[in-house]
């Protein structure tokens, strides 16, 4: 039996202009077209798969994505489903820290925030395994940072992020820190970008870069790759950065566990690094409390070491300087395999240098 558009719309509740539409996007392609007349007949099999297309553009899944969708068993198109959304929630997170950074900044009234200030301590170390340390940081009054340099020059692109980022140790009014962040980022990608020129036949250095930015009583976050931010408050251990791996989007898709990805042989396999090529890094505020403690670390540690025992060291080592030493030899006590670059910052209420 073949319907007609009109027949078809009604039984499927389209309208025949979406039909049409489908038609012509390829996403639902009539049983038959007259030649003669170009009149569009249908199936009365086609019907799910007319409404399943609908119900994907009323999702905002992309055309390119539906066809896909379309061509999926169900169990299969279940699965990419949900991947699709995991992507959208991702995506939308991101910009909720963005658009709620920018209401608190642009809502900033000035010499109305708490005076702030930072106990500081940074440690870095080759490791047992590795040839060279490729991993810089630094720990300044107001800023925090570390990089993972890799590939042949990923010692100078590490150094080179690092130094480019160091002009933001210095007060930057709470109006202007995004802005400060976003141009910072931007000098340092480019900075990399030379770097990693000079040497374009392996193709794959760069490094990842991670940074706190103190600003009156409000800590600026700047991220790209896979080191990691943790804040111990409340003896409570936070991680508030978001891994760019591939591992990660896996977990994200609901395709892989966290069990899963610790042990994954590809779990450092970036998505979003400074290379040379254009980079989106996320950007976020946080209030900063007195008494909170942020480590900031780069993946020779946090893949190396679990969670518990960084949060034991945080809550029991008083001393900054006695926690970063306590971190590194816990990377080095099980076979130190990657270079580690680490800082412990206590935040604290006096008058900022
Ligand atoms: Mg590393």
């Not at 030649?35 to 798969?49: H, I, K």
């Amino acid at each position: 039996m073949e319907l007609t558009i009109g027949e078809f719309a009604r039984a499927s509740r389209l309208t025949p202009k979406a039909l049409r539409l489908y038609d012509e996007l390829g996403l639902l392609t009539p049983a038959r077209t007259d030649p003669r007349s170009g009149y569009r007949f249908y199936s009365p099999a086609q019907l799910d798969q007319a409404r399943l297309v609908a119900w994907l553009r009323r999702l905002g899944m992309p055309l390119a994505r539906i066809r896909q969708v379309c061509a999926l068993s169900r169990a299969d198109a279940a699965a990419e489903v949900r991947a699709y959304w995991a992507g959208v929630e991702a995506d939308t997170a991101t910009r909720r820290d963005l658009a709620s950074f920018l209401v608190a900044q642009l809502s900033e009234r000035e010499n109305t925030t708490m005076t702030l200030a930072l106990r500081y301590a940074l440690r870095t170390d080759r490791g047992l395994v590795r040839e060279s340390n490729q991993d810089r940081g630094y720990a300044g009054d107001r800023l925090l940072a570390v990089a993972d340099g890799f590939g042949s020059r990923g010692e100078p692109a590490s150094a080179s992020a690092i130094d480019a980022l160091s002009a933001l140790d210095g007060v930057i009014p709470a109006g202007e820190l995004l802005n400060a962040l976003a141009d910072a980022v931007h000098r340092a990608g480019t900075a990399v970008a030379d770097v990693v020129a000079a040497n374009r036949d392996d193709g794959c250095s760069g490094t990842t870069l991670t940074a706190l930015v103190l600003s009156g009583s409000r800590l600026g976050l700047v991220h790209v790759g896979d080191a990691r931010v943790y804040l111990l408050r409340g003896g409570e251990l936070f991680r508030i950065t978001h891994d760019h791996t591939a591992v990660q989007s896996l977990v994200d898709e609901g395709r892989l566990t966290e069990e899963e990805a610790v042990s994954h042989p590809r779990r450092s396999l970036l998505v979003r690094a400074l290379n040379g090529r254009d980079v989106r890094p996320d950007l976020a505020l946080h209030d900063a409390l007195p008494g909170d403690r942020y480590l900031l670390c780069t993946d020779g540690l946090h893949t190396v070491v679990p969670r518990e025992e960084l949060a034991a060291v945080l809550r029991e080592v008083v001393e900054p300087e006695d926690a970063v030493e306590r971190l590194v030899e816990s990377a080095n006590e099980r076979g130190g395999p990657d270079n580690v670059v680490c800082v412990v910052a206590d935040v604290v209420t006096g008058p900022q240098i």
